[in-house]
């Protein structure tokens, strides 16, 4: 059990801590409160959920401290479309952040989906965070979003050498990414949860500054 924790395959048993993870780990962060447990209940339900790329970090007494699930996406171009792997949420309890975690979860989820056959993998997120582990942006291997443009935010790492060399299109995430969370909802599933208090903060204002970092079609 390198650095205090290890990782094993999230069992249903672990869903609902799960949950709990992503909801400390993103709340706040991107909104007052967050919506991602909520997604991450809902992916589970998908037919593109990935369950055999669904982990979870532990520590030395079972406690569930990290987890990482995926969903499968599709990059569409002229000449058909490709699989790759998405993963998101990934979530780490803030007690244990920069702790190595959030690293030992993708790393090892990405020999498993190099195992399985995908050749890539494309998410969307934080450079400055993803840079750092390889992931690139998806206009060096010509993924653009769904609606043609190109986006800082919007990553990409090959699984095998020239994974993705010569997968042009856009990227098509899975539909329950784009399956509205109405207030009311996110109300009464969020109330089965220990009550936390909503901020703003200045991660939420720099997440929004993020949301208009296009970049040029050339």
């Not at 801590?17 to 400390?24: D, K, L, S």
């Amino acid at each position: 059990m390198d650095g205090g924790f290890a990782l094993r395959p999230t069992r249903p048993r672990d869903w609902r801590q799960t949950e709990v993870v992503v909801r400390e780990a993103f709340w706040n962060t991107y909104q007052p409160g967050c919506c991602e447990h909520l997604l991450l209940h809902r992916l589970r339900q998908s037919s593109a959920y990935l369950p055999a790329l669904d982990l979870v970090a532990v520590d030395r007494d079972g406690q569930i401290v990290g987890h990482i699930a995926y969903t499968r996406s599709q990059i569409a171009g002229a000449h058909g479309s490709t699989a790759v792997a998405t993963f998101g949420p990934i979530s780490v309890l803030p007690g244990w952040q920069r702790q190595g975690v959030g690293r030992a979860l993708i790393r090892r989820t990405e020999a498993l989906a190099a195992g399985m056959g995908y050749r890539g993998i494309v998410i969307t997120g934080d450079d400055a965070i993803y840079s750092r582990l390889g992931y690139q942006v998806s206009k060096v291997f010509g993924i653009a979003m769904a609606d043609g443009r190109y986006h800082a935010a919007l990553l990409a790492r090959e699984l095998v050498p020239g994974g993705l060399s010569g997968v042009r299109g856009r990227f098509i995430q899975a539909p329950v990414f784009d399956q509205p969370i109405e207030p009311r909802q996110l109300q009464d599933f969020d109330a089965a949860f220990a009550p936390k208090k909503k901020a703003v903060t200045p991660t939420q204002q720099r997440y929004q500054q993020n949301l208009s970092r296009y970049l040029p079609d050339d």
